[in-house]
């Protein structure tokens, strides 16, 4: 098989993994993706995944695979806020939510990390449009600030949420504080109550 055929079948997919590969050719030889990869046709995402190069200089895609090579999961974290612009450092590790184990990947694309909670916490996302006719898995910034409050639990005190420098206009303009307290309340923990309480007498909100 050549790269061409095998590109004309799987490009428009953007990622794949080799179970995907499988599917369409039974008999595929596994060695072509190692030989693909190392004459820079294909990225290696993960094991097992793969991406075709040109989709490097394509905007979002770092996002997207976030979302495809470890699933379920949706970006949240220190990712959402920085999109939002909620804190102002510029994010380098792509952060999600998952409810499969604790885990990181690397690749060309980018670093990314995944952090585990219960299944029935696996809420409070959107689907965000992007190119392609494809969208994104994204916290909502409600969503996105709980995940960051029950997942590091060091930010109890006034000082340390000062030092977040969550965006103040951002909190009072912008923040749905209804919706955060209500999926606040969906966590049933005692612990991010008292967190989110500091947080509204932190923030004046």
Not at 38 to 60: H, M, N, P, T
Not at 143 to 166: G, H, I, M, T, V
Not at 188 to 197: C, F, G, Y
Request: hydrophobic share 40%.
């Amino acid at each position: 098989m050549t790269f061409l055929e095998f590109k004309s079948q799987l490009f428009d997919l953007a990622c794949f993994n080799i179970y995907q590969v499988y599917a369409w050719q039974p008999d595929f030889d596994r060695n072509n993706l190692t030989r693909w990869t190392k004459k820079g046709y294909l990225i290696r995402l993960r094991q097992g995944y793969f991406a075709f190069s040109e989709y490097k200089s394509k905007l979002d895609y770092s996002f997207y695979f976030a979302n495809r090579i470890y699933r379920p999961s949706y970006i949240s974290l220190h990712t959402a806020l920085s999109f939002y612009g909620m804190i102002p450092e510029a994010v380098v590790q792509i952060t999600s939510i998952t409810s499969l184990k604790t885990t990181s990947f690397a690749n060309d694309f980018g670093e990314y990390s995944y952090k585990n909670v219960k299944e029935n916490l696996i809420f409070g996302y959107e689907l965000k449009p992007m190119a392609d006719n494809r969208n994104l898995q994204f916290a909502t910034p409600e969503k996105a600030l709980l995940d960051l409050l029950y997942l590091y639990p060091f930010y109890d005190s006034e000082q340390e949420l000062n030092e977040l420098r969550l965006d103040e206009d951002y909190l009072h303009e912008d923040l749905n504080k209804n919706l955060l307290m209500d999926y606040c309340a969906r966590f049933q923990s005692k612990a991010l109550d008292h967190r989110i309480s500091i947080l509204l007498k932190t923030y004046n909100l």
